[in-house]
């Protein structure tokens, strides 16, 4: 079997289970946002529930449109909290231990490997990195995972995903991803599992697993997932007090395809606009000026990733009339960047720090883009209208190529400064 | 169910932030929701859409956010149901749980054309464009997707499960 269909059959008090069978499994976890818990309280309301099956299982985090935009958001938020209350729901914090979902939830500790975990949000899938099954759903799967602690899955094929080579100056996880999706397409994986290995994978750090497994569901998979190995178990050191569930995928275990992707002729990856799968090494991008850069969001606001951006700023200086947004992706990580003298670099060298959000990411607030106007984004999303009007446009990176690109004003990559 | 309606025809990967914009997820409103429907990559759908009207689209319907804002909107605009070569499974989850009608089926999704008349039977499993005179059948739904029709969507088979019905 594979690790996903491992972790499945575990869930669901099987010895195995094959793909295309429907199971129903035991959550570890359940998770929404201030844009999905709402609805998901109201159904949680019309199902009958008085009470979610563990408040401890519960994660409720208000990041998109917070700092409230409006006074919808706010009404939003408030019913989020309110609910979160009434329920006794731990794992609810307000701005001082807050942040963007899918990097404070495994920095709590509250993912660990052997976990089935579903969130109202997408890139739930981001948990994967950790050796967990991690998976998006709806508000109302997220009522019904609140209300009995369940949810029913159909198995899905795996895709294996080898990344081979060594890895060449200034190419980082998000690269990786990037260059796996223009080969597959935003619809390759769809209603796959994607496993990530190879000796780059074993050579990476938590951080850029994590960016990896973010980006799962721009290729349409069901979950992104990394075997746990001595890094995810060093990593979860001190985070938690649970056991963790080791499980690999067995030597004859059956892939739906396997893609090799030799990383030693990698270069920087950028996705044009309005697909992910749109994707061209950075050396073949042409002249395209920008308006915006952002650098942040789940997939790329880690403390790693305001390191490699800060490297390229370093000394430099934001180009003129472009807006450079940095956005730690936590209160935490805002706080660690500012000791390190992060945040001190990037205001000298022209840049915006916000408050951890996802703002400018789904075009909420922050930094949202006019008619015409062209970002370079460390988000995950660049589909038509996602940062603002709909004839403005969003291209991906990584964040050294998004911090070059802020310095020449035009989409770049480091060596060409 | 069965329904007869006019044709709205777009092409592959059609996202959730074309269906329903995040600038307008700051309420639950359906009614609301369904204002802002399809906007950015069809500004006058909107006006258009007639109640009982279908959606036609290519592959990977849905693609994109977990929002439920968009089944939601796409069935409180009065969409009766929605055709495609295939669906982003958050949306196919999402549409199942809220009793939106979503039917796979590549050759229909081809073959039929903008402002066709069509009429769909998901007891019967067929799809016939009145305007071009094809008849197309799908394959009935099978496990706990046919279950959720079965009984109305995602909340009432809690219901049943808690005792609450
Ligand atoms: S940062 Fe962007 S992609 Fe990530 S959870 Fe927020 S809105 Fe979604």
């Given at each position: 079997m594979t690790i996903t269909e491992k972790l499945l059959a575990r869930a669901a008090g099987r010895d195995e289970v094959t793909p295309g069978e429907f199971v129903s499994c035991r959550l570890d976890l359940v998770l929404a946002n201030d844009i999905t818990a709402p609805i998901a309280i109201d159904e949680f309301r019309r199902m009958g529930a008085?009470?979610?099956?563990?408040?401890?299982?519960?994660?409720?985090?208000?990041?998109?449109?917070?700092?409230?935009?409006?006074?919808?958001?706010?009404?939003?938020?408030?019913?989020?909290?309110?609910?979160?209350?009434?329920?006794?729901?731990?794992?609810?914090?307000?701005?001082?231990?807050?942040?963007?979902?899918?990097?404070?939830?495994?920095?709590?500790?509250?993912?660990?490997?052997?976990?089935?975990?579903?969130?109202?949000?997408?890139?739930?899938?981001?948990?994967?990195?950790?050796?967990?099954?991690?998976?998006?759903?709806?508000?109302?799967?997220?009522?019904?995972?609140?209300?009995?602690?369940?949810?029913?899955?159909?198995?899905?094929?795996?895709?294996?995903?080898?990344?081979?080579?060594?890895?060449?100056?200034?190419?980082?996880?998000?690269?990786?991803?990037?260059?796996?999706?223009?080969?597959?397409?935003?619809?390759?994986?769809?209603?796959?599992?994607?496993?990530?290995?190879?000796?780059?994978?074993?050579?990476?750090?938590?951080?850029?697993?994590?960016?990896?497994?973010?980006?799962?569901?721009?290729?349409?998979?069901?979950?992104?997932?990394?075997?746990?190995?001595?890094?995810?178990?060093?990593?979860?050191?001190?985070?938690?007090?649970?056991?963790?569930?080791?499980?690999?995928?067995?030597?004859?275990?059956?892939?739906?395809?396997?893609?090799?992707?030799?990383?030693?002729?990698?270069?920087?990856?950028?996705?044009?606009?309005?697909?992910?799968?749109?994707?061209?090494?950075?050396?073949?991008?042409?002249?395209?000026?920008?308006?915006?850069?952002?650098?942040?969001?789940?997939?790329?606001?880690?403390?790693?990733?305001?390191?490699?951006?800060?490297?390229?700023?370093?000394?430099?200086?934001?180009?003129?009339?472009?807006?450079?947004?940095?956005?730690?992706?936590?209160?935490?990580?805002?706080?660690?960047?500012?000791?390190?003298?992060?945040?001190?670099?990037?205001?000298?060298?022209?840049?915006?720090?916000s408050t951890p959000t996802c703002g400018p990411c789904l075009g909420m607030h922050m930094g949202v883009l006019a008619e015409g106007e062209r970002a370079i984004a460390t988000t995950n999303r660049n589909f038509v209208g996602r940062m603002g009007h709909p004839k403005s446009e969003v291209y991906l990176a990584s964040p050294v190529v998004a911090a070059a690109s802020a310095v020449a004003g035009r989409i770049a990559g480091p060596e060409d400064l | 169910m069965k329904a007869t309606g006019r044709v709205h025809k777009y092409g592959d990967h059609i996202d959730t932030d074309a269906i329903i914009a995040a600038r307008y997820l700051s309420t639950t409103d359906p009614i609301e929701l369904a204002g802002h429907c399809m906007q950015d990559i069809d500004a006058e759908f909107v006006e258009r859409v007639e109640p009982g009207d279908i959606i036609v689209a290519g592959e990977n319907f849905g693609c994109g956010s977990s929002r439920e804002h968009a089944p939601i909107a796409i069935k409180a605009a009065g969409v009766s149901a929605v055709i495609a070569r295939n669906f982003a499974r958050i949306f196919y989850r999402n549409a199942l749980n809220i009793g939106l009608p979503i039917i796979e089926c590549p050759e229909a999704a081809e073959a039929i054309n903008a402002g066709d008349e069509v009429t769909v039977d998901t007891d019967e499993g067929t799809i016939v464009d009145h305007t071009t005179g094809e008849e197309f059948s799908f394959q009935p739904l099978t496990g706990v997707a046919a279950e959720l029709v079965e009984a109305g969507g995602l909340v009432p088979m809690v219901q049943e499960r808690l005792g609450t019905r």
């Open positions: 008085e009470k979610v099956f563990d408040p401890a299982r519960i994660a409720l985090v208000c990041d998109h449109a917070t700092p409230n935009r409006d006074i919808n958001a706010a009404t939003q938020t408030k019913k989020v909290r309110d609910f979160a209350r009434e329920m006794g729901v731990a794992n609810y914090w307000e701005a001082d231990q807050g942040g963007i979902e899918h990097i404070i939830l495994p920095d709590k500790g509250l993912v660990i490997p052997g976990d089935v975990v579903i969130g109202a949000d997408s890139h739930t899938c981001t948990y994967g990195a950790l050796g967990a099954f991690a998976t998006g759903v709806g508000s109302t799967d997220a009522a019904a995972g609140m209300a009995l602690g369940e949810c029913w899955f159909r198995v899905p094929e795996t895709i294996e995903v080898v990344y081979t080579g060594e890895l060449q100056p200034w190419v980082s996880a998000k690269d990786l991803i990037l260059k796996l999706i223009g080969e597959i397409g935003v619809a390759g994986a769809r209603y796959r599992s994607l496993e990530f290995k190879g000796e780059v994978i074993d050579n990476l750090g938590m951080a850029g697993r994590f960016t990896i497994c973010n980006m799962a569901i721009e290729a349409g998979a069901k979950n992104g997932v990394i075997a746990p190995d001595e890094t995810t178990l060093s990593w979860i050191e001190g985070r938690t007090d649970r056991e963790p569930v080791v499980l690999a995928s067995d030597d004859d275990a059956s892939y739906v395809r396997t893609v090799e992707i030799d990383c030693s002729a990698l270069e920087p990856q950028v996705a044009f606009p309005h697909l992910p799968e749109n994707t061209r090494g950075v050396s073949e991008v042409g002249d395209v000026p920008i308006d915006q850069v952002v650098i942040g969001a789940c997939t790329n606001g880690r403390l790693e990733d305001l390191c490699a951006a800060a490297k390229v700023l370093e000394g430099r200086h934001v180009a003129d009339g472009v807006r450079c947004i940095v956005i730690p992706g936590s209160h935490e990580i805002h706080l660690q960047a500012t000791r390190e003298g992060l945040v001190e670099l990037f205001l000298e060298s022209g840049c915006l720090v | -």
